[in-house]
């Protein structure tokens, strides 16, 4: 392969016009990218651009989207390491080409050892100007939100970092479709009072405040990970919550089991196979509780709890909390937004919503925010 001498090595630190998408630390020696949709985007004017990464994980392997003009033009996993990965070469010199590097892949609070960070670029030309977009979304959830099963046959059963996107991800569709930059917390099989699985501790808002704190291990605390977020540096127009799908998941789980104390934890069913009154009655608390704690940190916000792709059993509970939550605080910027339900056309992998599905719920939430932000 013929060198290009002219590619200049620069840290991400050294570049004037750099934006980052996605709660971080603020460190750029080097960037660590935790959540799904975290990105660096760069107004690139020349002919070829890498990226230094540096990559680990014990077992969910990172994966990048490159965005091009605005258009997805490769994906790829990363393996472990630290070594560079091209972008883009051959393109035209004169040309500035709007460049986004994408992380695929949520946080994982399973695996303490997963980690993507980017180190530098080497590139042959210059940085320009991004212009800053109108609105910012923040976006709070689940699998759905994290994107997975996305991406991938309709056939596909495996949980591996394969099958999430943050690209076909009504996240990402939304937030084009309104000309807004956004962020994602987001993990899936967690609820806003309880797991799937019946786990009381894995819970959203439990870690809301903290930079990714729903990360484990002694390599993501060095990092930063459970610090305190810095809110009033990136404040959002609309908070998104889409919680509740795995609450309601829990009513029909075996119950959790705390290996160390022994205790166990259950969302119950009366003989009926309806909710128990006490059990749902924690869900609601939880969801008031949530409402408040996002008001604390994002004054201006309007609040969405945007909810239904995969089925509504929860809709008539969030309604009930998000009604009393609005009366006790006489918050009128609080809204409840049902979204379109997955069905057999749209299925994608791992029974979780598709592309179809993605593109259904971002056309029809996109439409409500605008006429919120109007």
């Given at each position: 392969?013929?060198?290009?001498?002219?590619?200049?090595?620069?840290?991400?630190?050294?570049?004037?016009?750099?934006?980052?998408?996605?709660r971080?630390?603020?460190?750029?020696?080097?960037?660590?990218?935790?959540?799904?949709?975290?990105?660096?985007?760069?107004?690139?004017?020349?002919?070829?651009?890498?990226?230094?990464?540096?990559?680990?994980?014990?077992?969910?392997?990172?994966?990048?989207?490159?965005?091009?003009?605005?258009?997805?033009?490769?994906?790829?996993?990363?393996?472990?390491?630290?070594?560079?990965?091209?972008?883009?070469?051959?393109?035209?010199?004169?040309?500035?080409?709007?460049?986004?590097?994408?992380?695929?892949?949520?946080?994982?609070?399973?695996?303490?050892?997963?980690?993507?960070?980017?180190?530098?670029?080497?590139?042959?030309?210059?940085f320009?100007?991004?212009?800053?977009?109108?609105?910012k979304?923040?976006?709070?959830?689940?699998?759905?939100?994290?994107?997975?099963?996305?991406?991938?046959?309709?056939?596909?059963?495996?949980?591996?970092?394969?099958?999430?996107?943050?690209?076909?991800?009504?996240?990402?569709?939304?937030?084009?479709?309104?000309?807004?930059?956004?962020?994602?917390?987001?993990?899936?099989?967690?609820?806003?009072?309880?797991?799937?699985?019946?786990?009381?501790?894995?819970?959203?808002?439990k870690?809301?405040?903290?930079?990714?704190?729903?990360?484990?291990?002694?390599?993501?605390?060095?990092?930063?990970?459970?610090?305190?977020?810095?809110f009033?540096?990136?404040?959002?127009?609309?908070?998104?919550?889409?919680?509740?799908?795995?609450?309601?998941?829990?009513?029909?789980?075996?119950?959790?089991?705390?290996?160390?104390?022994?205790?166990?934890?259950?969302?119950?069913?009366?003989?009926?196979?309806?909710?128990?009154?006490e059990?749902?009655?924690?869900?609601?608390?939880?969801?008031?509780?949530?409402?408040?704690?996002?008001?604390?940190?994002?004054k201006?916000?309007?609040?969405?709890w945007?909810?239904?792709?995969?089925?509504?059993?929860?809709?008539?509970?969030?309604?009930?909390?998000?009604?009393?939550?609005?009366?006790?605080?006489?918050?009128?910027?609080?809204?409840?937004?049902?979204?379109?339900?997955?069905?057999?056309?749209?299925?994608?992998?791992?029974?979780?919503?598709?592309?179809?599905?993605?593109?259904?719920?971002?056309?029809?939430?996109?439409?409500?925010?605008?006429?919120?932000?109007?």
């Amino acid at each position: 392969m013929r060198e290009n001498e002219k590619l200049r090595v620069q840290k991400l630190s050294d570049i004037e016009n750099l934006k980052v998408h996605g709660r971080t630390t603020g460190c750029l020696s080097p960037l660590t990218l935790f959540w799904t949709g975290s990105a660096i985007e760069l107004n690139a004017k020349g002919t070829e651009l890498w990226i230094e990464v540096e990559i680990d994980y014990d077992v969910c392997e990172p994966w990048i989207s490159v965005i091009i003009n605005s258009v997805p033009v490769s994906r790829q996993m990363l393996v472990a390491g630290k070594y560079w990965v091209c972008v883009f070469r051959g393109m035209n010199k004169d040309m500035i080409k709007n460049i986004k590097v994408v992380k695929d892949v949520q946080a994982m609070s399973g695996d303490p050892g997963c980690l993507m960070q980017i180190h530098a670029v080497k590139f042959d030309g210059e940085f320009f100007p991004i212009e800053e977009k109108p609105y910012k979304i923040e976006f709070i959830g689940d699998s759905i939100t994290s994107g997975e099963g996305a991406i991938g046959s309709k056939v596909e059963e495996d949980w591996i970092p394969m099958w999430f996107s943050a690209i076909d991800n009504y996240c990402n569709l939304t937030s084009e479709a309104l000309n807004a930059d956004y962020r994602i917390i987001s993990q899936s099989g967690w609820g806003v009072y309880t797991s799937w699985d019946n786990n009381p501790y894995y819970n959203i808002p439990k870690y809301y405040n903290k930079v990714c704190g729903l990360l484990t291990g002694a390599k993501n605390e060095s990092l930063g990970a459970f610090k305190e977020n810095d809110f009033e540096s990136w404040q959002p127009d609309v908070v998104v919550v889409n919680l509740g799908t795995n609450d309601s998941g829990a009513f029909n789980n075996p119950e959790w089991k705390d290996e160390i104390s022994g205790k166990t934890h259950k969302q119950r069913l009366n003989e009926d196979g309806t909710y128990n009154r006490e059990d749902l009655q924690s869900f609601e608390e939880a969801v008031y509780n949530f409402l408040v704690k996002i008001r604390k940190y994002n004054k201006k916000a309007q609040i969405i709890w945007a909810y239904g792709m995969l089925g509504i059993p929860m809709m008539p509970a969030i309604y009930r909390a998000v009604d009393t939550y609005v009366k006790a605080t006489k918050d009128d910027k609080v809204t409840v937004f049902q979204l379109p339900n997955t069905t057999d056309e749209t299925v994608g992998a791992r029974n979780h919503p598709g592309l179809l599905s993605h593109e259904k719920a971002a056309k029809e939430l996109s439409g409500y925010i605008k006429e919120l932000l109007k």
